[in-house]
């Protein structure tokens, strides 16, 4: 089984792929302000629940939604049937360093998911190719709240602290307008959901896949009890375009 389809399977109970409760995720969107018909790009989308709630929220919006992992993007598919929002949402199955567009977008956003150009700096750069002047990003990213362990840090790489997590995202000229940092109740719903879903299929799914899905949670479920909760944070920045 590709690591693809056991995060799909993972995220299950948990659609929106990071640490982040529904709540907050409509908190951060309502602060974007969207206008009306905005057009709204989100890379490295996943399901696709940030760009969904972005189509509900503002009923005239348009949104693209760019993942590498046909998974994730079957799984969106499905949600915006569900949620009669298929004619606004368009789907592509692609690395997001790879997209382009003609024409600017209202918001762009990236959570969780910066690892696809690289890190913040890149994420940001890249960003700013697709917005338009004044226009605003949604980036979600780790940062070391508490030293981690070094064999945590090696893990994860080399994440800023909070204070320079916001720098290095303003630092291409944007402002960040509002902020949301994870709380232990988030991260830990997160990783519960992950870890346990996981684990509800291996036991369903006798056989070399559960008995990989059950090896990948044990080791995942080790690295986050013994290791970084309540050691790595998250948070979600809105920027805009200076
Ligand atoms: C942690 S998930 C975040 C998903 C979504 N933003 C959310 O918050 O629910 C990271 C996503 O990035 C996608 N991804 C990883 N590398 C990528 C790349 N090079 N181009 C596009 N998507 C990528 C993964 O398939 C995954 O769906």
Not at 150 to 173: K, M, N, Q, R
Not at 198 to 204: E, K, T
Request: with cysteine; charged share 20%.
């Amino acid at each position: 089984m590709d690591r693809q389809l056991l995060s799909a399977i993972a995220h299950r109970d948990h659609p929106i792929a990071a640490p982040v409760s529904a709540a907050n995720l409509d908190r951060l969107l309502r602060r974007a302000a969207l206008p009306e018909g905005a057009r709204v790009l989100d890379l490295g989308c996943g399901e696709g629940e940030w760009s969904l709630r972005a189509l509900e929220l503002v009923p005239s919006s348009v949104a693209d939604g760019v993942d590498i992992s046909p998974h994730a993007v079957s799984a969106a598919e499905r949600s915006a049937a569900a949620r009669g929002l298929s004619d606004r949402l368009s789907l592509h199955v692609t690395s997001a360093a790879e997209f382009s567009a003609t024409e600017p977008y209202d918001l762009v956003i990236c959570l969780g998911s910066t690892h696809a150009f690289g890190g913040l700096t890149e994420t940001m750069d890249a960003a700013a190719k697709f917005v338009r002047p004044g226009g605003l990003a949604l980036v979600g990213e780790g940062f070391w709240d508490r030293p981690p362990a070094p064999e945590i840090a090696e893990a994860f790489g080399a994440y800023p602290d909070l204070a320079g997590t916001v720098t290095t995202a303003e630092s291409g000229g944007w402002l960040t307008v509002y902020g949301h940092v994870s709380d232990l109740a988030e991260w830990d719903e997160y990783e519960w959901s992950w870890t346990g879903t996981l684990a509800r299929w291996s036991a369903d799914n006798p056989g070399p896949d559960g008995e990989q899905a059950l090896a990948v949670m044990r080791e995942h479920r080790e690295m986050w009890l013994n290791g970084y909760r309540g050691v790595l944070g998250f948070v979600s920045l809105l920027l805009r375009r200076v």
